[in-house]
């Protein structure tokens, strides 16, 4: 047990289950990077080298730099799943999926349904989501939303590092296909994090924060919004319930209705578009099966339906921040 | 909804007038021994038969969703199945029964698929497009136009990656080659020196707009060069020809040298799927090849002129795979719809 980074916690589950099962290998755009020429091997280990070490260990046959072709490696990564290998695939960042979606949702989302239950696709995609870094509206969504939608993929919105190692290693030893998602502005966030493997089931919502007055929703990096706003509110005498769902498909639907009955006050932050997004599902799914617990409207805190903007400013402006977070939960408190 | 001209397809009707005239007293030459052209002619019938039967199951809605005849186009698998290693893969398009037959699949599971019931290869929840068996190295018919280009290519890379001498053929048509996937997934395969052999089966439509109206460079052989794949074309209406191509490009793939381009000139006789308007070539183009170049036609001809086989045997022949046929429509009408709880399962592993 040691502090690590988000980065470090995935580089590990990478490299602890290559180690585990020659079946897994690792393929991406420059995930090592030097692949051929002749300066440093290595040199890149993935945008924001979250990659970096494991061509050195496990060799160019097991760590894929790929060429510049979504469509390609994303749906070769499918068919070398049907066969039986264990493919981790990145997609670099999320808004890429323009460019290869119809691998993921048309071809390996498909294949075991369609089929009639004889395909196997373990498939892993891990992509990089979310905005703060000033990347501009065409590498900064969040689109996780719409993976949710789609039935026979699963969708995994890891919140911090001790949950990005078992979730991710969950993810490789899963046989359905998954999306992996990694917010960019997240790596660098450390915490205590065990050195062996471990796993951490997907559909079992996780409760980082427990109080008697507002129960609040978060996904993926929202979740440490929250728990900052629910400490700040604690010291006001408001105590909240943070919520951390991991996944939202399979999504834990049973513990966000128990935990919306149990306070009857709910705030939902997604920092996904608000159309259609995870706060309006579950919104409609407390409504659906709490609505006679609710004592106050549930309340969303989302970005406006707006581009991610690029100045600094702007930005700020677009992220659901705790500070939003905290007026919710004190408009649904109070109501 | 059958296509009008489905009355009569060569094969079916009186013995068509011999077109490819062999040579009156020597018997014709052909690389394939009688045993073989024998064997062709048997599974080529077998998937005629079995899609006349589709399209007039089609015709009285025993069938239907979507479905894609391969009548015209059968030299083409039967052809590259001659040449596949025991553990080679395929994988295809949606234009798939004759892919499915000739790599062994059971009729009555294919047709059973093809009426959605119980029994079918998927349990009635794929249909016509979609059926997998892992059993045979049969990795799927695929909905979506040119995605069986890179999921080919991953199943080549697998191979590859497990140190096996596997090929992949991966199938589509002239259509699928104008999609951007295809050249990525050229580039990576040549990149990495996949086992894959690309099959673009040229049957001269995409759905309904022809070839020299979709496509700059026709010659889609040629579509490997930028990235150094080598290609050949070949008739895909001889079965023995497309046999010999194939074999040359499983045998490069198998050597090692990366992969290879076969490009098979083919004709569909019945339209792109059951609800083609047929108005985008003529009657007579349709005749023409099928008098001519029909593929079952010239093997029966090979068979009768080299003194393998007569009428009669030939005959018999068919007789034998009408009746497979004939089991396999009633097991598809036999078979019991799916349960209803099929609805929920198999949408994931585990939840």
């Known amino acids: ?81 049907a066969t039986g290998l264990r493919p981790v695939a990145e997609l ?27 395909a196997v696709t373990p498939l892993v995609v891990r992509t ?101 706003a629910a400490d700040k509110l604690e010291k006001d005498g408001i105590s909240c319930t943070v919520v951390d769902p991991r996944t939202t498909s399979p999504l834990d639907e049973d513990t966000i209705i128990e935990m919306a009955e149990e306070t009857g006050r709910v705030v939902i932050v997604d ?23 609710l004592k106050a409207p549930i309340k969303m805190v989302t970005p406006p339906h707006t581009p991610v903007p690029f100045a600094a400013d702007l930005e700020r402006a677009y992220i659901p921040s705790p500070e939003k977070i905290e007026a919710a939960v004190r408009e649904v408190a109070a109501a | 909804m059958t296509s009008k001209s489905a009355a009569s397809e060569p094969g079916t009707s009186k013995p068509a007038p011999a077109k490819r005239k062999a040579g009156v007293s020597a018997p014709p030459k052909t690389g394939a021994t009688p045993e073989e052209l024998l064997e062709y002619f048997r599974a080529m019938l077998l998937i005629r038969r079995f899609e006349e039967k589709a399209g007039q199951m089609y015709g009285m809605g025993l069938i239907g969703g979507f479905c894609h005849l391969y009548i015209g186009q059968e030299a083409v698998v039967t052809g590259v199945q001659a040449a596949l290693g025991e553990n080679d893969a395929i994988i295809t398009t949606y234009r798939d029964h004759g892919h499915m037959l000739a790599s062994g699949m059971d009729p009555r599971g294919v047709m059973a698929e093809l009426t959605g019931r119980r029994d079918g290869y998927s349990r009635g929840k794929g249909g016509s497009m979609h059926m997998f068996a892992r059993e045979r190295n049969f990795y799927g018919g695929h909905g979506i136009v040119g995605a069986s280009a890179s999921l080919g290519t991953g199943i080549a890379f697998a191979n590859r990656y497990r140190g096996n001498d596997q090929v992949c053929v991966t199938y589509f048509g002239d259509g699928a080659a104008n999609q951007g996937q295809v050249f990525e997934s050229f580039n990576m395969a040549a990149l990495w020196s996949l086992p894959v052999v690309y099959i673009i089966e ?57 992969p290879y381009v076969l490009e098979v000139l083919t004709y569909r006789y019945r339209g792109h799927s059951m609800s083609d308007p047929a108005k985008y070539r003529t009657r007579e183009e349709v005749n023409k090849v099928r008098s001519e170049r029909d593929p079952i036609d010239h093997v029966r001809e090979l068979l009768i002129a080299g003194g393998t086989a007569d009428e009669a045997a030939l005959k018999e022949i068919d007789r034998e795979v009408k009746a497979l046929v004939t089991e396999a429509a009633d097991f598809g009408q036999q078979s019991p719809e799916p349960d209803p709880a099929e609805l929920y399962t198999d949408v994931l592993m585990t939840l």
């Open chain 1, 1 to 81: 047990m040691s502090r690590k980074s988000i980065r470090q916690a995935i580089n590990e589950a990478l490299a602890l289950e290559m180690r585990r099962d020659a079946r897994v290998v690792v393929m991406g755009e420059d995930i090592s990077g030097g692949m051929g020429a002749p300066g440093e091997q290595d040199a890149w280990g993935g945008p924001l080298g979250v990659t970096k070490g494991l061509m050195p260990e496990f060799g160019r046959e097991r760590v894929l730099d790929t060429p510049i072709s979504e469509s390609a490696f994303i749906g070769a990564a499918a068919g070398a799943a």
């Open chain 1, 92 to 118: 670099m960042f999320v808004d890429f999926m323009g460019v290869c979606f119809d691998q993921i949702f048309n071809q390996a989302a498909k294949f075991r349904y369609m089929f009639g239950g004889k």
């Open chain 1, 128 to 228: 990089m989501y979310g905005a703060g870094l000033s990347a501009a509206s065409q590498h900064s969504q969040c689109l996780y939303p719409i993976f949710t939608h789609i039935p026979g993929l699963k969708v995994v919105l890891p919140s911090s590092a001790y949950e990005a190692k078992g979730l991710l290693i969950q993810a490789i030893r899963d046989d359905d296909p998954v999306i992996f998602f990694e917010h960019k502005a997240m790596y660098d966030e450390e915490e205590e994090v065990p050195d062996e493997a471990y796993t951490i089931p997907f559909g079992e919502a996780n409760l980082t924060r427990e109080g008697d007055d507002v129960t609040i929703v978060a996904f993926g990096r929202m979740v440490q919004f929250a728990n900052q």
């Open chain 1, 271 to 293: 920092e996904a578009s608000p159309r259609c997004n995870m706060a309006t599902d579950v919104s409609a799914l407390i409504t659906q099966n709490a609505f006679g617990a």
């Open chain 2, 202 to 258: 040229n049957n001269q439509y995409a759905m309904g707009t022809a070839v020299t109206r979709s496509t700059a460079q026709t010659k889609l052989y040629k579509r490997g060069e930028a990235f150094g794949i080598p290609g050949q074309q070949t008739d895909g209406m001889d079965v023995v020809a497309v046999r010999d191509a194939a074999r040359k490009a499983i045998g490069h793939c198998r050597k090692k040298k990366g």
